[in-house]
């Protein structure tokens, strides 16, 4: 059921605030209640109920953007940029539109965090293309406008998104521990290097504990050098 049919059936039930503009004659700024007003007009109801309050027009602005955030009909991202005006132009902090709104701290926080999804990722879930999960799951990645097409084309699940992203850092997070050699590393290598007289690759992970040995020979007649070598070792 739309606001107008609603008002129709059953009255406005909150009214509408308003401030006093001008003196002669006074006429009145809807303040809270534009849709429930416009809405009115439609159901052809022309008296409504309304509370006269005095506000500054800062405050006017401060309601208008709140009242805008309590839309049914409002995306993640346009909420999302509601709460930074909040925080932007009036200094309130997450806990203050927390108790204001009556919404979690968490679900503020975590809105907020899609701002910093670029703008081409930030529209396509604003036109339904993404879900909120696909984007949160996004958030840190810097490839993040080249993985949300692929989402859309392959047409992943949010936990299919959830799990590739997770295997991916771990994927990087082993790189980056394999990538730094410390001294001692770089000294066997040149020992190894000179005994055999072939190049010597070690790659050892920090994290695991684990690595490999990678020895290149030019030539079959250094495999068999190599090989006589190690069975000799054995």
Request: charged share 30%; no cysteine; net charge positive.
């Amino acid at each position: 059921m739309d606001l107008s049919n609603s008002i129709i059936e059953k009255g406005i039930i909150q009214p509408l605030i308003v401030r006093a503009i001008g003196k002669t004659p006074v006429k009145y700024q809807i303040v809270a209640g534009e849709r429930r007003w416009r809405a009115a007009q439609m159901a052809k109801l022309h008296k409504i109920p309304v509370v006269v309050r005095s506000f500054s027009d800062v405050e006017v602005l401060e309601i208008a953007i709140i009242e805008n955030i309590q839309r049914s009909d409002l995306s993640p991202i346009d909420e999302a940029n509601g709460y930074q005006q909040l925080i932007d132009r009036f200094n309130h902090t997450q806990d203050k539109i927390s108790r204001a709104l009556g919404k979690s701290r968490s679900h503020i926080a975590n809105l907020l965090r899609l701002l910093n999804l670029p703008n081409d990722v930030q529209t396509l879930l604003n036109s339904g293309a993404l879900s909120i999960g696909h984007a949160r799951a996004l958030i840190t990645r810097k490839d993040a406008s080249l993985l949300a097409k692929e989402i859309i084309r392959k047409k992943l699940s949010v936990r299919e998104v959830e799990k590739l992203v997770k295997i991916d850092f771990v994927e990087k997070q082993k790189s980056s521990f394999i990538k730094r050699k410390d001294a001692d590393t770089r000294e066997i290598e040149a020992n190894l290097k000179a005994s055999i007289g072939m190049r010597v690759d070690i790659n050892h992970n920090t994290l695991t504990e684990a690595g490999e040995v990678k020895i290149k020979y030019k030539s079959l007649d250094q495999l068999d050098f190599l090989i006589n070598k190690l069975e000799k070792q054995l």
